[in-house]
């Protein structure tokens, strides 16, 4: 088997990280953790995020703070984001987006949501029958368009002003045609700041993008090459 080579260099700027993501397609997983020297997890049920964390420290995203986006370059900040697909190209899951502050939420210009989906690098995950077997997909470099914004945003509205009127309680997975909120992790209930002052415990909750989004995304641009070609 051909010994695959990683770039030693952090992308410059977007054409650089664009041409170094595309490098990557075609290999499978196990081919990019061997070039990085980990081990892909045995247990698919235990790998939830795996190929994400690969494909950061493979391109050498950067390390601070997460609030802010995977990549910064002086023309502005790209956020990576790797897609779960099955052969067909048909988005497996949701998309997590970013963990939700409770006790303040901004109002959409400002909020996190939008930052953080402002300039995305999609990277099309197509799942094999073991991890390890799973495929990198040909990447897209994506903003949203102007109807696209419009319909997060007033997703994003809908779930601040339940939040405001006090019924956070209620919001569930079902809430937003693409943009959900919906508890984290099914791992029981975390401490996090009451309006009040104070901790309060409950769930902490997440945004996430739903799989008939992204469809529409990838379904423009679905490409996963072959396995073997560069």
């Known amino acids: 088997m051909r010994r695959r080579r990683l770039r030693r260099r952090r992308p410059r700027d977007e054409a650089e990280l664009f041409g170094a993501a ?17 081990e892909v997890p045995p247990d698919v049920r235990r790998a939830k995020g795996f190929a994400g964390r690969l494909l950061e420290r493979a391109l050498r995203a950067e390390r601070g703070s ?25 988005p497996l899951e949701s998309t997590f987006v970013c963990s ?27 799942r094999g029958v073991e991890l390890a077997e799973s495929r990198v997909g040909s990447p897209l470099l994506w903003s949203p368009s102007a109807a696209e914004e419009q319909a997060l945003a007033a997703d994003y509205e809908a779930h601040a002003e ?7 309680a209620s919001i569930s997975g ?17 401490r996090r700041p009451d309006p009040e ?34």
């Open 197 to 230: 002052g104070g901790l309060v415990l409950g769930p902490r909750r997440a945004f996430y993008l739903r799989a008939s989004f992204t469809a529409r995304i990838i379904a423009r641009h679905y490409i996963v090459p072959p396995a073997g070609e560069p």
């Open 66 to 90: 997460r609030a802010g986006p995977d990549f910064v370059f002086p023309a502005g900040g790209v956020e990576l984001k790797t897609l779960p697909v099955d052969a067909r190209g048909r």
């Open 100 to 126: 939700a502050s409770l006790a303040e939420i901004a109002p959409w210009p400002e909020s996190k949501v939008r930052a953080k989906l402002a300039r995305v690098l999609w990277i099309p995950i197509e």
């Open 22 to 38: 595309h490098a990557f397609a075609g290999w499978s997983l196990a081919e990019l953790a061997r070039a990085l020297g980990v």
């Open 162 to 168: 339940l939040i405001a009127l006090g019924y956070t």
């Open 174 to 190: 079902h809430r937003g045609r693409f943009l959900q909120l919906r508890p984290k992790s099914k791992l029981g209930a975390a």
